[in-house]
C-alpha cells in the first residue's frame, strides 16, 4: 500500500489519557483537531490492557465521523505492546496511530503490515487508518528523518525532545535560557525537512508548561512562519491557541491573494516587482499554499 499524499490538515492535536475517560471525554469535547488517546506514556505498565479495553470502549460509543478525529498512540513497535495494542483498538475504528519511537521507514512498512491484517479482519476498509509518525525519540532515529518519502498511511510527521534526551543520555535539553539546545534544535529541524521530503504534514512538539499561554503563543507562531503546520498539546487550555496560530490571518490570507492576483494577471512571468521588492516562483508557490491552509484555494 502506497501512499496517497493526499492534503491532510490538522493544526492542534490534544493528548488524552487512555486510563481516564473523564479526560478522553473532556478531550474529545473540545476544539482539539485531532485526540490522540494515548496508551505510551502516559499509561503505566501494569495499565494497559485496562487502558486498551477503555480506549476501544470508548471509540465504539462514537458515531464513524467522530472516530475519524480521535487516535491512538500505540506503544512502541520494539516494544512487547504494540501488537496487543493495534489488535484491541483497530476493530473499533479510529481515525489514526500515532508511531512513537520510530526508527525508520521501515516501521511505517511494517506497521501497515499489521493495520491492513487488522483492518482486513475486523471488516475495516484497508488503508482507513493514518499514521502520524514521532522521528527523533530515540538517536537511530535521528538518522532516518528523511527516510519516510512514500511510507504508506503516513500523513504527518512530529519529534519529541524529552525521550530524546534519555536516548543520548542528557542531562537536559534545555539552555539557560529555556530555549531548546543544539541537538534538539536539530531534531526539530530533522523533522521539518523529513516531512517536506515525504510531502506530509510537520507538526510540532509539545510545550510542557500549558500555564505559559504567551510563551505557547509566541512558540507556535514562529514554527508556522518556519514550515510546521501543527502541533502537539498535553492540556486542553492548549488548544485554542494553538487553533489560532495556526489559522492565517485576514491580513495575511489578504496579502497571499494580491500575490497569486499580480501573476495571475500577468501569465508567463517569471518575477514582478510589487511594492519595492521582486517576487518570484517561489512567492507564488508560498501565498498559494497560505490561501489552500486558509481554505481560499
Same mark, same amino acid.
Given at each position: 500500500m502506497t501512499n496517497t499524499a493526499e492534503p491532510f490538515s490538522a493544526r492542534s492535536w490534544l493528548f488524552a489519557p487512555g486510563d481516564s475517560e473523564r479526560k478522553m471525554e473532556k478531550a474529545a469535547a473540545g476544539p482539539a483537531d485531532i485526540v490522540l488517546l494515548d496508551l505510551e506514556d502516559a499509561v503505566t505498565e501494569e495499565g494497559k490492557p485496562k487502558s486498551r479495553a477503555m480506549i476501544s470502549s470508548f471509540l465504539a460509543d462514537r458515531s464513524p465521523g467522530e472516530r475519524g478525529r480521535l487516535w491512538v498512540r500505540i506503544n512502541p513497535l520494539d516494544g512487547p505492546h504494540a501488537l496487543a495494542d493495534l489488535a484491541a483498538v483497530i476493530p473499533a475504528g479510529p481515525g489514526g496511530i500515532m508511531l512513537p519511537k520510530a526508527r525508520g521507514r521501515a516501521d511505517v512498512d511494517v506497521l501497515d503490515h499489521y493495520l491492513s491484517a487488522l483492518e482486513v479482519s475486523a471488516g475495516r476498509e484497508q488503508g482507513s487508518t493514518k499514521v502520524i509518525v514521532l #522521528?527523533? @525519540?530515540?538517536? @537511530?532515529?535521528?538518522?532516518?528523518?528523511?527516510?519516510? +518519502?512514500?511510507? =504508506? *498511511?503516513? #500523513?504527518?510527521?512530529?519529534?519529541?525532545?524529552e525521550d530524546l534526551a534519555d536516548s543520548v543520555g542528557a542531562g537536559e535539553n534545555r539552555n539557560p535560557d529555556g530555549s531548546y539546545g543544539f541537538t534538539y534544535e536539530l531534531a526539530r529541524s530533522l523533522c521539518l525537512l523529513g516531512a517536506a521530503a515525504a510531502g506530509v504534514a510537520p507538526i510540532e512538539t509539545i510545550q510542557g508548561d500549558f500555564r505559559d499561554v504567551e510563551g505557547l503563543r @509566541? *512558540?507556535? @507562531?514562529? #514554527? *508556522? *512562519? $518556519?514550515?510546521?503546520?501543527?502541533?502537539?498539546?498535553?492540556? =486542553?487550555? +492548549? #488548544? $485554542?491557541?494553538i487553533n489560532a496560530a495556526f489559522t492565517p490571518t485576514e491580513r495575511e490570507l489578504a496579502a497571499a491573494q494580491e500575490i497569486v492576483d499580480l501573476f495571475a494577471a500577468r501569465p508567463g512571468v517569471g518575477a514582478i516587482g510589487h511594492r519595492g521588492a521582486m517576487l518570484d516562483r517561489p512567492h507564488l508557490a508560498r501565498a498559494q499554499a497560505l490561501l489552500a491552509s486558509g481554505g481560499r484555494a
Open positions: #522521528v527523533t @525519540e530515540t538517536a @537511530e532515529g535521528m538518522f532516518t528523518t528523511g527516510t519516510y +518519502q512514500g511510507a =504508506p *498511511r503516513m #500523513v504527518a510527521m512530529t519529534w519529541g525532545a @509566541e *512558540r507556535a @507562531e514562529k #514554527v *508556522r *512562519r $518556519d514550515g510546521y503546520r501543527g502541533m502537539l498539546a498535553i492540556h =486542553p487550555a +492548549q #488548544v $485554542d491557541v
